[in-house]
């Protein structure tokens, strides 16, 4: 079992930066594949990045050139910072876990971390 939480949304002006983080518990936390996800009202659940225990990083297409996902086994941290940010980036993150590659179903969620983006 893994118990994954959220930290770090908040308000941004677009063109700005903002950081969220992810704390992983109740398991070996470097042998997991961590992602992030962003769900915006009415639409549904998209991929943002991944991150492999090995440190292989995927993006989705709207993350790429801006965010950045980052690991700190140490700490049992991933984090996403994403720069130049835009008003269509407003949704809901979630962070999540599973084993083996970053394709495919997560089998951990968290609560998720409101990310707003607006002048």
């Known amino acids: 079992q893994v118990q994954l939480v959220e930290s770090g949304g908040g308000f941004v002006q677009p063109g700005g930066s903002l950081r969220v983080s992810c704390i992983a518990s109740g398991s070996i936390f470097s042998s997991y594949t961590m992602g992030w996800f962003r769900q915006a009202p009415g639409k549904e659940r998209e991929f943002v990045a991944a991150i492999t225990g090995s440190d292989g990083t995927w993006y989705g297409e709207t993350a790429k050139g801006r965010f950045t996902i980052a690991r700190d086994n140490a700490r049992n941290q991933v984090s996403l910072q994403m720069n130049s940010l835009k008003p269509e980036d407003t949704a809901v993150y979630y962070c999540?876990?599973?084993?083996?590659?970053?394709?495919?179903?997560?089998?951990?969620w968290g609560q998720g971390t409101q990310v707003t983006v607006s002048s």
């Open positions: 999540a876990a599973k084993l083996g590659p970053p394709t495919g179903a997560y089998d951990y």
